[in-house]
């Protein structure tokens, strides 16, 4: 296991509702991610860090925020929740960045009704 | 345009079945290259990286051909235990495409 934990494992909620999510690490590992899956499209990245304080955006990032404050600890926010982002969402991480295996967590099952 | 394409499938093939994969990438500048495993229901799992030469890793064989921009995966000898959806990886400066994924069932 690659000693990656996220909270919660499932959440229902309801439409315009904030949601966070969380991603623990025990790894020490500098960059980490978050995905989410959906039927017909592979992951897709949603933002990413490659520090404490230090975020950038992927390829879906509209209607998420996501802060990191500590190390192992990658928050993602939705601050208004929508149906279309009910999915399944997965962190990972990786020690070196984007060119290195990620390593990915449980994942978390949301459905926003 | 999807960045990363692979068969769907499903593939079902019979325990000891020699079973390929093959996934095309769109951009030549790729980097980096990976085929994943995702069992239902959970978190993708590093099935190998993919390097130039090729590689090989027990029943599992990997090749990249840069030239027509595909990636290939074979499983010899196929188990039960190797049903599961196979994940393709590819690596674009600050971006990880993945491919939908090919289901595999191995049938007793």
């Known amino acids: 296991d690659a000693g990656i934990t996220q909270s919660p494992r499932h959440k229902v909620t309801e439409t315009g509702t904030p949601v966070t999510l969380r991603c623990h690490q025990t790894?020490?590992?500098?960059?980490m991610y978050w995905y989410r899956q959906d039927p017909g499209h592979g992951l897709r990245l949603i933002h990413y860090?490659?520090?404490?304080?230090?975020?950038d955006k992927g390829e879906v990032s509209d209607g998420y925020s996501v802060s990191r404050s500590k190390t192992e600890d990658f928050l993602l926010t939705l601050e208004s929740a929508t149906s279309s982002q009910t999915s399944v969402y997965f962190c990972?991480?990786?020690?070196?960045?984007?060119?290195?295996?990620?390593?990915f967590g449980p994942g978390t099952r949301l459905l926003v009704l | 345009r999807k960045e990363v394409e692979q068969d769907p499938g499903p593939f079902n093939v019979p325990e000891g079945a020699t079973v390929a994969f093959n996934c095309t990438y769109s951009n030549s500048a790729s980097q980096s290259f990976f085929w994943y495993r995702q069992d239902c229901r959970k978190e993708p799992k590093l099935l190998m990286s993919?390097?130039?030469s090729g590689n090989e890793d027990g029943r599992f064989t990997a090749q990249l051909n840069r030239a027509s921009q595909y990636i290939s995966l074979l499983i010899r000898d196929s188990k039960l235990s190797d049903s599961a959806t196979y994940l393709c990886?590819?690596?674009?400066?600050?971006?990880?495409?993945f491919g939908t994924g090919t289901s595999l069932t191995v049938i007793p």
């Open positions: 990886v590819v690596n674009e400066g600050n971006q990880f495409y």
């Open positions: 993919v390097y130039s």
């Open positions: 860090s490659y520090g404490v304080k230090d975020t």
């Open positions: 790894e020490n590992h500098r960059y």
């Open positions: 990972a991480i990786s020690l070196q960045g984007f060119r290195e295996t990620q390593y």
